[in-house]
């Protein structure tokens, strides 16, 4: 470890350093040197940087610092061999250390040891605490700490002065020593003795192994001040479960922990401790000595403590005489009650419910709470809140600010520190906490303005980390982990945004969370979803419908032919338009935009939705509800009650349902609808299989229209060169080889018509976007759609009618002018919208 070579070096809290933070201007982040005049000024990064990423876990990854982002506290790396990169948030690693040394020349030899010499180059040990206690010596040439955490260089050999960077956030940082130790220096000097140093040294690692908990039961807390001080004594220990503490003081064995935990495995509402006191294995009073003294919990003197009145008033006395909760101390939207076991999650759970508020729980002797309850509650007049007040709590509705999530983070855990060892392990935090609001609404809002799609909540058992993963442009990205113990709390607090029943964790679940009621700013909405998982768990994932309003027919990528050959279609007074793709490939966003175009005040449009994401102005929308059977089914009936020009139905599941959209297609409306299929020509195959009749089907169909979603490659970033003639001939194979040998194109036609259409002076283009901070050094910015258009001509028909192959279907499109997803997506690439690899990996051949 007192290699400086080594892989990397990290520190924390200098009193000397500079207070000045590096700069991150537009142009990247301001990388500082050695504070010495052999080496360069602080510099910019400019681009991508070789580095090594140290994990949490101590694991080392080799990759590229694409940047490094001050405002926000993260790093943005990619690690081959992923496509994409991955942004870390300081919390998230130990440090990061470029590759790319600062080389200086070799001192002058008769420059080496005069002390007058400008070209300082010295040598200094340092040592690194991180949170945990792992440690890590070496050497380093300078060093600057500020806001961020620590920069150290670490000197290539010791001949080399040539030195690395490396940076330590300031969150993974306990603390660090740059010099020669105090001791040393006290030696070095003659102003102690080597044994007087190890006496101190000795005394002062007494004084850091004796236990908080040991120090806060011997006080006799009966103040507030103490009272807060004891708490934030607390909050400063290591997290200890109660089982551990009742082992560490020997109250128990081993064998009657594990017979403990798995009786406590059936029934969850009884904590740890209380189950044990049970059994007889420990008596109450055992179990207080250890949640005072294992567990940091402040034992507060009740009888003689200043309790405060508006403590009292905001809990019913009846409730505090039931749960056997005594309120204290109100501060800053947290109640601090007495307790004679403060690991009951059931009762806080309770009180917080009442009070609408952050309980803080302490501990109390023993039978001293059913005296001083009651006369706490004399004292001060509040014998029950007003029943109304109990009835009619006002809708809990936080106000919250864009904390970054580092912050937020920061705060829950300081929350649940102060909870002690509750030994539910995944009820340490709770839903109604105020920083898990925050954060939840936070992710949510910056989920919207990033542009992402779906949001992922992934709960893993265990003691693994609940993972949070953001959708955007059709590919799942890193968003954050939070520990295990925020599982259930998380869960819960979206299903209550939701109305979804809390206690139901066997069933999938789903609902909609309006969210302008938890920020009236922010207009928009989201369906839930709950999953359960193995091991009693649930997963959680958000859709954002962020855009209520249709998108303009022009506006949806379709090319020329195929946006008047649509619009012809949907023109048509009767008969079946349907729009196909796999889930998430736009098929909603494409019918509103084709019923936006015909929605005019002469025509009575219905819609059958499930849900309805998109609204318009003069559409009658209905959503279905197939728990109390109003199925599409037996909506496109009632419709056709209804006297409608167009019938709109959101998805065709079962042959019922298509049956009907056919004879109301046939009987002289206009009927739009979706379907699960990857191509045109194989949803009227799916269609017949399904039992349709041949020849209804193929009179009442107009068009299908198949379409995928690509991501639209980066305007800001995209450079473009001259096609080589090698990927110039690739591409017109890849489009050629789906045409019946005798309806072919030429090569020579087609490249001719591509060079009239898409080319810069005479030659055609090869896009390239290597990645910009407006894209994320992604290289992608949003999505572009990919589409396939069959119209239903005579001769397809007649092929309907006889029971065609799709293969069949296919080539009598591509004769009459059909292009395939994988010929579109082509000609896009062309453009300039995206690239082949989206293309190959959203398309069949």
Not at 130 to 152: C, M, P, S
Not at 364 to 389: C, M, N, V, W, Y
Request: hydrophobic letters at 40%.
């Amino acid at each position: 470890m007192n290699d400086p070579s080594q892989p990397i070096p990290w520190p924390h809290g200098s009193a000397d350093a500079p207070a000045a933070s590096p700069g991150a201007p537009a142009s990247g982040f301001l990388w500082p040197c050695p504070p010495y005049v052999a080496y360069p000024q602080a510099e910019v990064q400019r681009g991508p940087e070789a580095c090594e990423i140290l994990g949490l876990n101590n694991s080392r990854s080799v990759g590229q610092l694409l940047r490094l982002d001050a405002a926000d506290r993260l790093v943005q790396i990619n690690v081959p061999p992923a496509r994409n990169s991955m942004p870390l948030k300081f919390s998230q690693f130990r440090a990061v250390k470029l590759q790319r040394p600062l080389n200086v020349a070799p001192r002058d030899e008769a420059d080496l040891n005069s002390p007058l010499s400008l070209d300082q180059r010295p040598r200094t040990p340092f040592r690194i605490v991180f949170n945990g206690g792992v440690e890590l010596k070496g050497v380093t040439i300078g060093h600057h700490h500020d806001a961020l955490g620590l920069f150290v260089f670490p000197p290539v050999s010791d001949t080399d002065d040539s030195v690395r960077r490396v940076f330590v956030p300031r969150e993974v940082l306990m603390h660090f020593e740059i010099g020669e130790r105090l001791g040393d220096m006290l030696v070095k000097d003659a102003l102690a003795t080597p044994e007087q140093v190890s006496a101190a040294a000795v005394e002062q690692n007494q004084l850091r192994q004796r236990r908080v908990g040991d120090i806060l039961v011997e006080q006799q807390i009966v103040t507030a001040e103490q009272l807060l001080m004891a708490i934030e004594q607390q909050a400063r220990m290591p997290m200890v479960r109660i089982g551990e503490a009742l082992l560490a003081l020997e109250l128990v064995t081993q064998e009657q922990l594990e017979q403990a935990l798995v009786q406590q495995r059936d029934d969850r509402s009884v904590p740890l401790g209380e189950l044990l006191v049970r059994k007889g294995v420990i008596t109450r009073a055992q179990l207080q000595s250890a949640l005072a003294r294992k567990m940091g919990y402040p034992v507060v003197d009740v009888e003689k403590f200043a309790i405060e009145p508006d403590a009292v008033r905001k809990l019913p006395l009846a409730v505090a005489r039931r749960l056997e909760v005594l309120p204290l101390v109100l501060r800053e939207g947290k109640l601090i009650v007495a307790m004679e076991d403060p690991t009951r999650r059931d009762a806080l759970d309770e009180v917080e419910f009442i009070t609408q508020l952050k309980v803080v729980p302490t501990l109390t002797k023993l039978g001293t709470l059913q005296f001083a309850i009651p006369a706490a509650f004399d004292r001060f007049g509040a014998e029950a809140l007003p029943r109304s007040q109990v009835d009619n709590l006002p809708d809990f509705q936080p106000d919250f600010s864009l904390d970054s999530s580092n912050k937020l983070i920061e705060s829950l855990e300081r929350d649940s520190s102060e909870r002690g060892g509750s030994t539910d392990e995944d009820s340490a935090i709770e839903q109604s906490d105020n920083s898990l609001v925050r954060l939840i609404n936070s992710m949510i809002i910056e989920a919207h303005g990033q542009g992402v799609s779906d949001i992922h909540i992934e709960t893993y058992p265990g003691r693994e980390k609940l993972k949070i993963r953001f959708r955007r442009d059709g590919v799942l990205q890193p968003y954050l982990e939070l520990p295990h113990t925020y599982r259930n709390a998380m869960i819960a607090r979206i299903k209550i945004m939701c109305d979804l029943d809390i206690s139901e964790r066997r069933k999938p679940q789903d609902g909609k969370i309006n969210f302008a009621r938890f920020s009236a700013q922010h207009k928009l909405e989201l369906r839930v979803a709950t999953i359960p998982t193995n091991n009693g768990l649930e997963d959680v994932v958000m859709r954002l419908l962020a855009s209520s309003k249709p998108m303009p027919l022009d506006r949806i990528g379709l090319a020329p032919a195929n946006l008047e050959a649509l619009k012809t279609a949907v023109a048509r007074p009767y008969g079946m338009v349907l729009c196909v793709g796999p889930t998430g490939s736009g098929k909603t966003t494409t019918l509103h935009s084709a019923l936006s175009y015909i929605n005019t005040p002469e025509r009575k449009i219905w819609t059958a939705e499930d849900p309805v994401e998109i609204t318009q102005a003069g559409l009658r929308q209905v959503q279905v509800n197939p728990k109390i059977d109003w199925t599409f089914a037996k909506a496109l009936r009632a419709f056709l009650r209804a006297d409608p020009d167009v019938i709109m139905v959101g998805e065709i599941r079962d042959q019922e349902t298509a049956e009907i959209a056919v004879e109301a297609s046939l009987t002289g409306h206009l009927v739009l609808s979706t379907l699960h299929t990857n191509s045109a020509p194989e949803t009227i195959t799916r269609l017949l299989d399904m039992g349709m009749d041949p020849f209804n089907f193929a009179d009442s169909l107009l068009a299908v229209l198949a379409q995928r979603l690509v991501r639209r490659s980066c305007t800001a970033c995209q450079t473009s060169e001259p096609m080589t003639e090698a990927e110039l001939s690739e591409l017109l194979d890849d489009y050629l080889h789906v045409f019946p040998a005798e309806g072919r194109p030429s090569k020579l036609a087609l490249m001719s018509e591509w060079i009239k259409n898409h080319g810069k002076q005479g030659r055609l283009m090869k896009f390239t976007s290597p990645g910009c901070n407006a894209c994320g050094n992604t290289g992608f910015k949003g999505r572009a759609g990919l589409h396939e258009l069959l119209t239903v001509s005579k001769d397809v028909r007649r092929l309907i009618q006889t029971g065609a192959r799709a293969e069949e279907l296919q080539h009598a499109a591509l004769t009459e002018g059909m292009r395939t997803l994988r010929q579109d997506g082509i000609l896009k690439v062309l453009q300039g919208v995206t690239t082949l690899a989206e293309v190959h990996a959203t398309s069949n051949n």
